[in-house]
């Protein structure tokens, strides 16, 4: 059995590319090392063979067995529409893990929004929190049933879910369940759509309630020395998201003022 690493290069080999909708590929790939990695943090890809696109691109990992590293992708542009030729034994570059990751020691009275495809970056986190017995509650949205791409992976986690369109669970948004599930709670992570990370901020704010956000930015190098990652605080200070994030406190953060 391979020993945890902590390097930051890694080669790995893809073990299987499962498209889940046209435009959702799970993909799974075994690391030569193992590098340890903590829920929330992130790995660059390399998603071509040559220089188009030349920079590898940032995704959180949805969990690790046995070496095998998996990630959830949406085919987005052109690094991403090349995972959908990706084929058993192809060989991958990677770096990382990267990103600081949800806060540890959140025990008591958690819970976990995922809205779309930020359900990636939480997924780790909810395997933990089940893991360890702590008390959770995960909230999964998305616009249609059709796009809850993960509902089978997550039956274990017993989610409580919503659609816009009510094809699946509360008929509207994900932060309508929030607003009514969460009287006892201390804290809440989100990952999903900026706007939805706004309305989980205005709730838990209003509330006093603890509130962690996990937030994506163009990358470059995702180790802290490109800059082209930053965002402004609430203070108006920069803030790299592959450094000092991905994963924010809510209130430290200006989620408007991000596009
Ligand atoms: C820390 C972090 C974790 C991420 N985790 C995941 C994940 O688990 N699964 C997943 O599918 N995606 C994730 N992303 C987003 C993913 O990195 C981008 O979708 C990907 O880089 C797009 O590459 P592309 O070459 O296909 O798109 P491009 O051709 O480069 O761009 C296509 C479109 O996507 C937009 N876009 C590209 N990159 C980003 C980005 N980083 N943030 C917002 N919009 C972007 C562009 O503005 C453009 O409109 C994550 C991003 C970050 C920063
Ligand atoms: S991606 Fe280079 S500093 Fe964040």
Redesign the pocket.
């Given at each position: 059995m391979l020993k945890n690493s902590t390097k930051l290069i890694h080669d790995g080999t893809v073990v299987a590319t499962d498209v889940l909708r046209q435009d959702?590929i799970l993909l799974s790939v075994r690391a030569d090392d193992r590098p340890r990695f903590e829920p929330g943090q992130?790995m660059m890809i390399r998603?071509s063979d040559g220089y188009d696109?030349f920079l590898l691109?940032?995704?959180?990992?949805?969990d690790e067995h046995d070496g095998v590293y998996r990630?959830?992708?949406?085919?987005?542009?052109?690094?991403?529409?090349?995972v959908r030729n990706f084929r058993y034994g192809r060989r991958v570059f990677l770096t990382g893990p990267?990103?600081n990751g949800f806060p540890r020691g959140a025990g008591h009275d958690t819970v976990v929004v995922a809205g779309g495809?930020g359900i990636?970056?939480v997924f780790s986190l909810v395997q933990k929190l089940h893991e360890r017995g702590t008390p959770y509650k995960l909230m999964y949205g998305a616009r249609t049933e059709d796009e809850l791409v993960l509902s089978n992976l997550l039956k274990p986690y017993d989610p409580a879910i919503s659609t816009d369109d009510g094809s699946k669970g509360h008929h509207g948004k994900l932060t309508d369940l929030l607003a009514k599930g969460i009287e006892h709670t201390k804290t809440v992570f989100a990952c999903g759509p900026l706007p939805m990370l706004a309305a989980v901020k205005a709730v838990t704010s209003r509330r006093g309630i603890e509130c962690y956000v996990?937030?994506?930015?163009?990358?470059a190098c995702g180790f802290g020395v490109c800059l082209g990652?930053t965002i402004f605080d609430a203070k108006g200070n920069t803030r790299r998201?592959?450094k000092e994030?991905?994963v924010f406190d809510a209130k430290e953060v200006n989620l408007s003022g991000i596009h």
């Amino acid at each position: 059995m391979l020993k945890n690493s902590t390097k930051l290069i890694h080669d790995g080999t893809v073990v299987a590319t499962d498209v889940l909708r046209q435009d959702y590929i799970l993909l799974s790939v075994r690391a030569d090392d193992r590098p340890r990695f903590e829920p929330g943090q992130f790995m660059m890809i390399r998603l071509s063979d040559g220089y188009d696109p030349f920079l590898l691109r940032p995704f959180s990992i949805l969990d690790e067995h046995d070496g095998v590293y998996r990630f959830l992708i949406k085919v987005v542009g052109k690094g991403t529409r090349a995972v959908r030729n990706f084929r058993y034994g192809r060989r991958v570059f990677l770096t990382g893990p990267f990103g600081n990751g949800f806060p540890r020691g959140a025990g008591h009275d958690t819970v976990v929004v995922a809205g779309g495809a930020g359900i990636a970056s939480v997924f780790s986190l909810v395997q933990k929190l089940h893991e360890r017995g702590t008390p959770y509650k995960l909230m999964y949205g998305a616009r249609t049933e059709d796009e809850l791409v993960l509902s089978n992976l997550l039956k274990p986690y017993d989610p409580a879910i919503s659609t816009d369109d009510g094809s699946k669970g509360h008929h509207g948004k994900l932060t309508d369940l929030l607003a009514k599930g969460i009287e006892h709670t201390k804290t809440v992570f989100a990952c999903g759509p900026l706007p939805m990370l706004a309305a989980v901020k205005a709730v838990t704010s209003r509330r006093g309630i603890e509130c962690y956000v996990s937030l994506e930015a163009r990358m470059a190098c995702g180790f802290g020395v490109c800059l082209g990652c930053t965002i402004f605080d609430a203070k108006g200070n920069t803030r790299r998201v592959c450094k000092e994030g991905p994963v924010f406190d809510a209130k430290e953060v200006n989620l408007s003022g991000i596009h």
